[in-house]
């Protein structure tokens, strides 16, 4: 939650640092502001609301400072106002400060520096930080320099209890900038006299490829030429540049309406990508970046996969593949509630963790106890360098490009094709499953693309059934086995960018309870895509039907579509693998019924792209 971005160099900062912000907005866009080192000291300017509102601040075009940062903030301490934007400063305005993250002891921080004469003028978290630093840096009798400013900031954040990424500059010192993380992301683009300081790396990728990406709390000094690292103890460490392989067009609209569109259409090819060189044409199943060895896997006797939202449902379908070819006991676990339950971990247990971002926070602590208990442990994740990449003992990549809608979809196919290929590695190794069946669904794999690309003619369809539904105050999502899956994250989409009430159910369950909510005129959507199952299934959508219910059929069976008001037929696949197909449908569902209601596809009310707090 929360963006931020900085900018060191010889042009003028301001009109940098709104671009940057208005390329994070997605991660939070209550309010946002910037500070520059002026010639006259540092200027603030903040504003409620989204980050184009600060063009109209006055005085923001007459900025000429070269240094500055900048914030669009989620607001978790104080409500989304003028005064509770960021950049804060403290009571002498000699540092200005953005942050990203939740300062969990800040009242006691609060009370600690209200003892010492300062006033806070907002109600957030981060007001104590400009404070703690001013704090420190006048306690240090040392003549001033920049290893005093370091100094300060140093002690400030061990003081602070929390995730933070900040960014610090100073009236004192106007060639610098201080910056440093602990469970918040944060990364530094550095060309040859400038240095670009953002929460991710799109928001910044049209300047540079060449990145450093930071540890936690390895404190950094910034000048337009350098960028030099310190550890905790303030000794000097070096660091190498990652070059960054994306593309930068890949985080701009390209035409597209919407990112979220725009991303539902590169599917197929963000698919290829995540398959890429694993499955070769010869059908030979290699990851290059995992060396497992039988009697490894052997010895494995329960695996976790641990995500949250839609990371999480990709996970459902990683259970139903492991489970099918590995023979090995998968359980799912949202990772904000496996970090308080006290799992069953041993060293033989093999946890999976999927993230897009890389970054949520339940993700990275459920790693970080998996591996505290002694866990083998496993990334999948799509940013390179991202926190949970560089926890976990190995890492593989989803290679899908940046997402940048907050609501995820390539994402979520290129997670589930690649826990597929993963179980197939461990099936071949195991030699669980026969090769037969292993070949047939590496075929499967490879043919996904192109089965993507039909399966996105369903379009026209799919609008003119939005344009009928849109208006509805309640759905229902229906699917058995690896269906119930998709159903799922189809119920999420619809109501995280069309906030229309939905639920999803295992098809038999319904007439367990929720059938009582089905009334005349509901839409129900079933997915059906197992042969084995979809007689089951039809008889539980007869079942909704004879109570009135308007029906919504996903499938790739040759059944009589007579019975339901709209069937979208899609290609036949494995139904292992039938979720990248069969999500399809879903997710341009969702986005065509939040386009009628005129809402704000890409940003979502409450929601940022990456919950970088708990
Ligand atoms: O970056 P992550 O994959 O860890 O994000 C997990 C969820 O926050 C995310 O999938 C969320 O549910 C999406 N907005 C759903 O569209």
């Avoid at 006055?58 to 240094?67: P, R």
């Avoid at 909510?517 to 997915?527: A, K, Q, R, S």
Wanted: proline share 3%; charged share 25%.
């Amino acid at each position: 939650m929360c963006g931020i971005v900085g900018y060191i160099g010889n042009k003028k900062a301001c009109p940098i640092l709104i671009a940057g912000l208005t390329r994070l907005e997605y991660r939070g866009y209550d309010s946002a502001g910037v500070s520059t080192i002026e010639k006259k000291g540092l200027s603030i300017k903040k504003a409620k609301g989204r980050v184009k509102n600060l063009n109209t601040l006055d005085g923001i075009n007459e900025l000429e400072g070269t240094i500055g940062i900048a914030h669009t903030r989620w607001a978790t301490h104080g409500k989304p106002s003028d005064e509770n934007a960021h950049p804060h400063q403290d009571n002498s305005k000699t540092f200005s400060v953005v942050h990203n993250g939740i300062i969990e002891n800040y009242t006691e921080l609060r009370n600690l520096l209200e003892n010492n004469g300062y006033h806070f003028y907002s109600q957030t978290d981060t007001e104590v930080i400009p404070n703690l630093i001013h704090y420190y840096f006048t306690k240090d009798k040392e003549k001033d320099s920049i290893m005093k400013f370091l100094r300060a900031v140093r002690n400030a954040c061990l003081d602070l209890k929390g995730s933070y990424a900040i960014e610090v500059i100073s009236s004192y010192f106007p060639d610098n900038m201080i910056v440093v993380r602990k469970d918040s992301p944060l990364v530094i683009g550095t060309c040859e006299n400038e240095k670009y300081i953002s929460s991710d790396i799109p928001a910044i990728l049209s300047y540079t490829r060449d990145f450093y990406l930071l540890n936690d709390l390895e404190f950094t000094i910034l000048s337009r030429t350098s960028a030099k690292f310190f550890d905790t103890e303030l000794n000097e460490i070096k660091k190498k540049t990652d070059v960054i392989e994306w593309n930068s067009s890949a985080a701009e609209k390209d035409g597209y309406e919407d990112f979220m569109l725009k991303e539902i259409y590169e599917q197929p090819t963000a698919v290829r990508e995540t398959i890429g060189s694993r499955i070769s044409n010869n059908l030979k199943c290699e990851f290059e970046e995992l060396k497992f060895t039988k009697e490894q896997l052997k010895k494995i006797n329960k695996i976790y996969i641990i995500a949250c939202g839609t990371a999480m449902h990709a996970g459902l379908s990683g259970k139903n593949t492991i489970e099918k070819l590995c023979r090995i006991p998968t359980e799912v676990d949202i990772a904000s509630e496996f970090r308080y339950r006290d799992p069953i971990i041993d060293k033989n247990t093999l946890c999976i963790f999927i993230s897009q971002s890389g970054e949520t926070a339940d993700t990275i602590a459920a790693l970080k106890l998996a591996k505290s208990e002694g866990a083998t442990t496993i990334a999948i994740s799509n940013v390179i360098g991202s926190s949970i990449t560089r926890e976990a003992d190995y890492s593989i990549y989803t290679h899908a490009g940046p997402e940048i809608a907050v609501a995820s979809t390539k994402a979520y196919t290129s997670q589930v094709v690649l826990i597929n290929i993963l179980a197939i590695y461990f099936a071949e190794i195991l030699k669980s499953t026969k090769k037969e069946i292993l070949d047939n669904l590496k075929q499967e794999i490879l043919s996904l693309p192109k089965k993507i690309e039909e399966t996105l003619k369903c379009k026209d369809q799919i609008l003119e059934f939005a344009k009928k539904v849109y208006q509805e105050k309640d759905m229902f999502f229906l699917g058995r086995g690896i269906d119930e899956t998709v159903a799922k994250e189809g119920s999420l989409k619809l109501k995280e960018i069309s906030y229309i009430h939905s639920e999803s159910y295992a098809a038999g369950e319904l007439k367990h309870g929720p059938i009582a909510l089905i009334e005349n005129g509901v839409t129900v959507i079933g997915i059906m895509t197992d042969e084995k199952l979809v007689e089951k299934t039809i008889s539980n959508i007869q079942e909704v039907i004879t109570r009135g219910a308007k029906t919504l059929i996903i499938t790739n069976q040759k059944i009589n579509y007579n019975s339901f008001n709209e069937a979208i037929v899609i290609p036949e696949t494995n139904p292992l693998v039938s979720p990248i197909l069969s999500v399809i449908p879903l997710q341009l569902l969702s986005y065509f019924i939040s386009k009628e209601k005129g809402l704000d596809v890409d940003k979502p009310r409450n929601l940022a792209k990456s919950v970088t707090v708990e």
